[in-house]
């Protein structure tokens, strides 16, 4: 059996049951390949930008077997994909704005597929407004913590999800209204860690900067979210 790292793992389980899996920057292809050997998927399109990449994950799945289900191509994000090939498309480990350009340029290519499942590396609330202002709703989210660094995924669908706030777009709707154990953890820290900042900006007399209006307004949000807690 392949081994996929924790964060992985729990990317790997927002993917639907039984749906035909498009891996958008495959790597090693190891998520595709645990998803089939979990009996959780029927097959997978693995798609990388480059070919060192895609070579190893043909040396996995045939060391695997999944030769019959797993498609390997050579592909700058969604280029390769054709309309109907599948229902779920699953990126994770890049960049928010990487994620936003492939979701953007790809949207075409991606015609029937019913979920998307993504893990964004930065800019996470700029991915969460990307998809609400562009027709997705999100329907799921994780977050976790894997070798001391915490980590979030999302689940969406197509539809029509207004409303969200600017502290749902920082730190996630679902996961505030969860009342996630894991976030608390994050905006406690966070919280320590900028009241820490902001004594340095008053200790070097910069409270009338541009900095120092970030971070008090970023803390402001922290209270906001903690508030989610509160009710």
Do not use: C
């Amino acid at each position: 059996m392949v081994k996929i790292s924790h964060r992985l793992a729990q990317v790997a389980g927002l993917v639907p049951e039984g749906s035909r899996l498009a891996d958008v920057g495959t790597d090693h292809g190891y998520v595709p390949i645990w998803l089939l050997q979990q009996g959780r998927i029927p097959s997978a399109i693995a798609m990388d930008v480059n070919q060192g990449p895609l070579l190893r994950a043909r040396e996995n799945r045939d060391r695997y077997g999944f030769q019959d289900v797993m498609v390997l191509r050579l592909s700058n994000g969604l280029e390769k994909l054709r309309p109907g090939e599948a229902d779920t498309v699953l990126i994770a480990g890049m960049g928010g704005p990487l994620m936003i350009r492939i979701l953007s340029e790809g949207r075409r290519n991606a015609e029937g597929v019913s979920s998307w499942v993504l893990q964004p590396q930065s800019e996470i609330p700029s991915v969460r407004r990307y998809l609400i202002e562009h027709d997705f709703k999100i329907v799921d989210e994780i977050m976790l913590t894997d070798e001391g660094k915490y980590y979030m995924a999302m689940k969406a669908v197509p539809g029509k999800e207004p409303g969200w706030n600017e502290t749902e777009y920082l730190f996630g709707k679902i996961l505030l209204r969860q009342k996630h154990p894991v976030l608390w953890d994050f905006l406690e820290k966070e919280k320590k860690l900028y009241h820490k900042i902001l004594k340095q900006l008053d200790e070097t007399d910069q409270s009338g900067t541009e900095r120092y209006r970030e971070v008090t307004g970023y803390l402001k949000e922290l209270d906001r979210a903690m508030d989610y807690y509160r009710k």
